[in-house]
């Protein structure tokens, strides 16, 4: 297990650097204007694919290692979301891209191409995020990394090719995310296909897919409640200010969400091995749990440290003189990240143990508590007041989480119990 936690922690942190270089490139090709239209466009697409897994990653990474559900009944379960995601993710898109160009892009319009890239992001992300949880419920963190470093590579390159030899800004960029996609999710299915060979299910614990979609979808409540709770100030942002504010705040932003790579990684990892029935029983998933806190706490510390020497210097390189809260409100953001990478790696407790719902309950509470801060700070006291919303609505979530997961399991004496929490997951 340490092996594999050293391989998915460094193959992600490579990733993280890939990623970083990415966004900040981005940002400076499209300047701040066009990069908050980018960030809109890409919250609002990423929002739309949570929603429509249908709970599928969660169930996957919780059975999976029940063995209790077939990987080509999972694939189904995968195929089956997809095509009833592109009919649904096209009707969303095209009726409210009337609303979003009102409310946030200043009546700018929102173009056809531009509404089916976003098409394509939204399933590709879906059948990516799907076939994640698998992969890392197995514990392949080494092809799981270079699937991932392949994408970003890939993606760098053609906006390279598109921003540079084409007219294309804002569409070459969601076309160049859209091919990274691509070959991340033909490399995931690739390995998923590969570990089907050696997948053998447990006949006694063979599920339904009403008990199937059942598990996942009360885990997906939380899951969209906490994508809209990271994303929330985003939107706040550009109701209350204008594009160009919301281009300047979305790069912390984005530099924050690509060192929760490593967190999202690990939580996948813990999750993982929480849902194992060894672990319930010898307590390795609890161990693990702690130690993955711990281990997020450092890695967040010094990336804190690190933002407050390299912003001032990025910042102004990204975008030049003119924003002079920049650097302070991308500091902000990265400090954050501190109770954030907790939170998600405390949010996989409950699950794994099959108490879905009470994580999801615990996240929606969480993510009004962030809604109510994000608004009365950013009406009152601009871009600023959405930073410090950030570090505010991300410890509350942290506390919720922790408090959830020490209040239904660690205090409780039998929390190793495998066959009781099944049972109640299944219910």
């Not at 897994?53 to 009944?73: D, E, L, M, W």
Request: net charge positive.
């Amino acid at each position: 297990m340490r092996k594999k936690a050293i391989q998915l922690i460094s193959g992600n942190v490579l990733n993280t650097f890939l990623r970083g270089i990415l966004t900040i490139y981005v940002a400076r090709i499209l300047g701040p204007s066009d990069q908050g239209i980018l960030a809109l466009a890409m919250g609002s697409a990423l929002l739309f694919s949570m929603v429509l897994n249908f709970g599928v990653p969660h169930a996957t990474a919780y059975f999976i290692r029940q063995r209790s559900v077939s990987v080509s009944k999972i694939l189904f379960y995968l195929n089956s979301t997809l095509f009833y995601g592109f009919f649904i993710s096209t009707a969303l898109i095209f009726l409210g891209r009337g609303f979003f160009s009102l409310v946030f892009l200043e009546g700018k319009n929102v173009d056809s191409l531009m509404v089916f890239l976003l098409i394509g992001i939204i399933l590709l992300n879906s059948n990516n995020t799907m076939l994640d949880a698998g992969i890392i419920a197995k514990g392949d963190s080494k092809k799981h990394a270079f699937s991932l470093n392949i994408g970003t590579i890939t993606s760098f390159l053609v906006i390279l090719v598109l921003v540079n030899f084409t007219s294309w800004r804002i569409h070459g960029v969601l076309l160049g995310y859209l091919i990274g996609y691509i070959v991340t999710g033909v490399m995931f299915r690739m390995v998923f296909s590969e570990y089907m060979k050696n997948y053998i299910v447990d006949n006694r614990n063979i599920l339904s897919s009403r008990l199937f979609f059942g598990f996942g979808l009360k885990a997906q409540i939380g899951s969209v409640a906490s994508f809209f709770f990271k994303r929330v100030d985003l939107f706040v942002a550009g109701y209350f200010l204008n594009t160009t504010a919301v281009g300047y705040y979305s790069v912390g932003l984005g530099l924050r969400d690509i060192a929760l790579i490593v967190a999202r990684a690990m939580a996948g990892l813990i999750g993982g091995e929480m849902a194992d029935e060894k672990s319930k029983i010898n307590g390795t998933g609890i161990r693990l749990f702690k130690k993955g806190i711990w281990l997020n706490v450092v890695f967040s510390i010094l990336v804190i440290i690190g933002s407050i020497f390299i912003f001032p210097a990025v910042i102004p390189f990204v975008y030049g003189i003119g924003y002079e809260n920049a650097v302070l409100v991308s500091i902000l953001i990265m400090v954050s990240l501190l109770p954030l990478s907790v939170a998600i790696i405390a949010a996989v407790g409950l699950p794994s143990y099959g108490k879905p719902m009470h994580m999801s309950f615990g996240t929606v509470f969480a993510a009004s508590l962030g809604v109510i801060s994000v608004w009365y700070l950013t009406k009152f006291y601009g871009i600023i007041g959405t930073g410090l919303s950030s570090i505010f609505s991300c410890t509350i979530l942290a506390i919720v989480h922790l408090s959830l997961f020490w209040f239904f399991i660690l205090r409780v004496p039998n929390y190793m119990n495998f066959r009781s929490y099944q049972e109640e997951a299944l219910k």
